[in-house]
């Protein structure tokens, strides 16, 4: 596998553009248009909560039919809780597009991100589907991924490339993310796009693998949106051998895939409203993967642990204390804890102010590591998560304003 | 029952005082003595956590006797996560405040809350238990309330009498709280005086029921502590005949009890670490009360909810994901919500911008309720929480230096 440059993000058989239609107030990019020029085996993920947006309900149900073609989609309105009206607006959306497009509406996906409670601007948006439609490139995916942005500060991009049945194959991603990231959910928009050929139910599995060990395991927030969800198509341009379910073939095409969502998942959690940090927490010698999992996204959605972080505080306590809470089985004289290479605890234990000493060094870079081994069993979790700055209060208290 | 200025807390038969011992890096006050002049029918709640304090596991162990006399509190140091050496110096408190005050060491009772891991000043703790033991006094709560305080901002205290059984009998309670304040825990530091005459287990279970509307159905952080307990001491002094289970006393006290408790919990949540706003949060019409009150919980643990609260923003796009989120049974287009009298969502539809201005002055307040209606069923809880500020990062990002 190849990882490219996201500046030659390029796939056989797709188009992408994005523009500013009059969504958001200010003149940045708000509409993203996706178009494969043949039709492509598409799966979704979508996002757990009960209250689900327009485009959520819309795209579940298309997806059962395995296709598609087309995504559009807006960011500054979250076309959520707009009941009938909300619902008809995001068929309206697909209609438009379909139609500028020249395919079955059934084949066209829709998205949207940013505030709740608000009904789309229609006309804004048809217009704006005319003028991305004329614009559509095959190298438009910096605009795509731009114009999907609320309170990123960058744009997120992913591809490599593999060979696959002797044919070149490329995988490549974008997404948004930002606040309400949190696992158990479809999480934020990501739209992956790839021309290996490959059918529609043995997609969405590998689609369901790899979202576990990438958007399902990370947390800024705790919070889980609305509107979250992602859209895999695979248009087949690379013409190999329709990949085997069990054959190597889609090991390799799992690995390709696994590495965009990973990719764009750390992107995403780099990019969290505020953080100043990366954390990474590593939860081994649990009893079960569950309760590995449990174990590390209670420490990572603690606002104790987050601010300590922010603080670079190495109050291994609050570690332990959440640990305590997390419901996991788990004894305080068997666990360690270390942050980067200090062994800060040792069968519950502080070890001392060298070890604390080395532990506020790491906790001074931008990447920070937390290793805790609870000593009750071989499982393990790796979490992802960021720090909680003033910087998100800022932003989250003035998100509508 | 008359509720008392707190200015002329005395409760017969009780003492108290609290001192500076040096546990503290400032001179503000870190150690509380509590002494009733008899043997009392003792009763506790202790913090679910995992991870318990030394003082947490002994205390729990004694409480199971029923009876007590002494209560030595200490902040600054937690006494958590500090193995074998921590529960020798718990014991050894107790040991010493027992020999100072003529007490069988079985009926003292240890209280720490602070920095994790970290061990006790013994020789400090010592000398301060000396001078303390010497300072009780009938009027001295007010000390003995500022001793407990961390990152209080002030101490917390309320007094009731009521006549039961042809006697007055008062109920009284001091308490800390600020950060790691979050149901389903013994919840921060509560310690709650009577001279009425029950017997120990029914005592227990009042005070089971009182914690469950008070302490158990707040939030500040969504994080729960090693060291948190309740304890209440009952002694006797009025003599009243003893109260009889289910007698029309029994609920006289427990109303007492409850109001203490109550008003305790709402301190302790307007103290929030950080807070500018004390917030209200009714779920009425879920299918059944754990489901109210978890649904209630969630919105309040929500970072977005609270921040948009700190911000004044009336963004119900937030509570409605949190909702969402939360596990219980809802349908967003049956779901209503109201800030302050106003009406946002009706039918999970917002209700306009005049509705939106409404809620706007209703979150200028100090105080805002948010009541939910999820029109499943006929289950109401309530929860008490605070916003979530800059100030909330600052206090934590920097507690230990």
């Not at 995988?171 to 990231?181: E, L």
């Amino acid at each position: 596998m190849r990882i490219l440059d996201t500046k030659s993000f390029s796939v056989p058989g797709f188009k992408a553009w994005g523009i500013h239609c009059g969504i958001k107030k200010t003149d940045k990019k708000d509409l993203t248009l996706i178009y494969s020029d043949r039709d492509a085996a598409m799966a979704g993920v979508f996002t757990k909560n009960r209250v689900k947006a327009a485009c959520v309900q819309l795209d579940a149900a298309k997806a059962k039919s395995g296709k598609g073609q087309v995504i559009v989609a807006n960011s500054g309105c979250a076309n959520a809780c707009t009941g009938k009206r909300g619902l008809a607006d995001a068929r309206a959306t697909a209609d438009i597009a379909a139609r500028e497009l020249g395919v079955n509406p059934a084949s066209v996906y829709v998205a949207s991100t940013g505030v709740i409670g608000e009904f789309l601007p229609l006309q804004k948006l048809e217009a704006g589907i005319v003028t991305a439609a004329g614009l559509l490139s095959p190298a438009g995916w910096e605009q795509a991924a731009e114009a999907i942005m609320t309170t990123d500060l960058y744009p997120k991009l992913s591809i490599v490339q593999e060979e696959i049945g002797g044919k070149i194959v490329t995988v490549a991603g974008i997404a948004k993310g930002s606040g309400m990231i949190h696992p158990d959910m479809a999480t934020m928009l990501c739209f992956v796009m790839t021309d290996v050929n490959i059918a529609s139910p043995l997609l969405k599995k590998c689609l369901l693998s790899s979202v576990e060990t990438s958007f399902n395991s990370i947390t800024v927030d705790g919070d889980t949106s609305t509107n979250d969800m992602i859209l895999c198509m695979a248009n087949g341009a690379a013409e190999n051998k329709r990949i085997a379910a069990g054959s190597k073939e889609q090991k390799k095409f799992q690995a390709c895939l696994d590495s965009v969502t990973r990719s764009l998942a750390r992107q995403v959690v780099r990019d969290g409203e505020g953080a100043t940090k990366f954390v990474e927490i590593v939860v081994r010698g649990a009893k079960n993967p569950a309760e590995a999992k449990r174990a590390a996204v209670t420490v990572a959605k603690s606002s104790l642990v987050k601010t300590a972080l922010f603080g670079e505080d190495a109050n291994w306590g609050r570690i332990m204390a959440a640990l305590g809470y997390s419901g996991v089985d788990m004894d305080e004289s068997r666990t360690d804890i270390s942050i980067g290479k200090a062994k800060l605890v040792e069968k519950g234990l502080g070890q001392g102010k060298a070890a604390d000493r080395e532990a506020a060094l790491a906790l001074k870079q931008r990447e920070v590591q937390i290793t805790i081994d609870l000593h009750k069993g071989k499982a393990e979790a790796t979490i992802w998560t960021c720090d909680l700055s003033n910087e998100y209060i800022k932003i989250n208290a003035a998100y509508r304003s």
